[in-house]
Structure formats: C-alpha cells, structure tokens
C-alpha cells in the first residue's frame, strides 16, 4: 500500500496496479487479506471488502466511527463531559490473526483542541479491536493505557500482535491475553530519518514464509521506506526508499 495505491513490492522495485481513489471512491486508510479476500476501512471508517477482477468494493455493515466514540465516552466515564461531535475516530492499521481467525485492527480516538485547531492523542484513545467480517461488527480487545500515537500492525502466525508507537519510536510485540508487552527494536536507533524525527502512517505486515515483519516507513512526511525486521534478533534492514 503506497500513496493510496494497492502495491506488489518485491525488494527495492514496486508496481502499482491500481489507485483506490479514483472515481467516487473513499481514499483507504487501511488494507489487510484474510482466507484470500482483501478488506480495507476507508476514510470515513467503513469496512468494504475489495474485488481483486475489477477493483470494485462491496460494503460491509456500516460506518464504525460513533460506535468507537461511544463506547470510549462510556469506558472512560465522559459521557455527558464531552459530545461525540468533540471527537474523530479513524483506523490506522489492519492485520489478520490466522491463530485465532480474527481481523484486528488498530483504531484511535482523538479530541478537537480548539487552542490548537487540531485534534490530539488521548488518554485510553488507541485500542485494537477485532471485526466480524461478514456484518462489520466490532469489538475491543485490548486498549492502551496511555495516549501514545500508535501505528502499523502485524500478526504471526502463533497470534502474537505487534505494533509501533511513535511516543518512542519502539516496535513491540503485545499478548493480547495477558496484556504483557516486549520491546522489539528501536527505530530511532537505525538513523531512519531525516531532519525531522517525525514518522507518520506506518503499514505493518508479517510474512509467514520469512518469519520478517514488512514496514513501511514515513520521514517527513513524504520519504517512504520499505524495511524488514527479524522479530526474533531485532535485526533490520532498509530495503528500499520508495519515493
């Protein structure tokens, strides 16, 4: 997945096949494949499953955005404090756990900061949730305790989740079942960026045949990186700048 473009990348070469904004289309803010179909959320938080003949989309169940702000209202007791109209929902990652046959996601809720004219990361705000992929229902697995930016998701093969977050730049590996989380490797240690230590919009995958995890890696926001980690050694290796 490249500039919204749905990529084959084999090393340091990629072809796009298709751009998933054309026409009326909703851009794709995440992509995944389960039992040989792919799925993606679009940009209003719709889960769609994709046609690989012509491209086409099916919609599946609905939009899942005022489900994700209500129920983080009433999880962490703001009901009433704020309105769902203070807050954006939008899905960052997406990775298919085979172990347990589930669709994962990572999803975040931020709050409009009217100082800043922007909306913000926070407390409880990032979760990992798991659809149902024939109705598009969701529910929350596993919420993170702080108001990290988290991004890009991988699964193996045994079910363990990783993911990055940016508050330090660490890949994890997390078990959803007891909630214990490891360190992986640190990116900022690999001298990734460029003059700006801001990364943004990362797209994991775990590649069972190699046993890597695949990563796309935003610098600047305009600097894509294709890179593999060894999950077991922390090694990893700059595959290609992508453009």
Known sequence: RTDMGWSAISRADYTV????????EMGVSAIAVADG??????MNNQL??????????????????????????YYSGMT???????????????????????????GT????????????EITGGNSIYAVDLETGEVFVLYTFEDNDY?????????????FYSTFNDYIYKLDLYTGLSTQIISLQSQSLYGTSDEGVREAMYFDELTGLIYMTFT?????YRMLSIDPTTGALTILSDIG
């Open 17 to 24: 096949v298709t751009n998933l904004t054309e026409g009326e």
């Open 37 to 42: 179909v792919v799925y993606g959320y679009d």
């Open 48 to 73: 769609f499953s994709l046609d690989l003949g012509d491209f086409s989309r099916t919609a599946i169940g609905e939009s899942i955005s005022d489900f994700a702000i209500e129920e983080y209202l």
């Open 80 to 106: 009433g404090v704020y309105e769902p109209s203070d807050f954006r929902f939008e899905v960052r990652d997406m990775a298919y756990d085979p172990a347990d046959e589930l669709m994962l996601f990572i």
């Open 109 to 120: 809720v931020q709050l409009y900061n009217a100082a800043a004219g922007e909306y913000s």
């Open 150 to 162: 988290i991004f890009g998701l991988a699964v193996d093969q045994e079910g363990g989740v990783y």
């Open 219 to 223: 610098s600047n926001g305009r600097m």
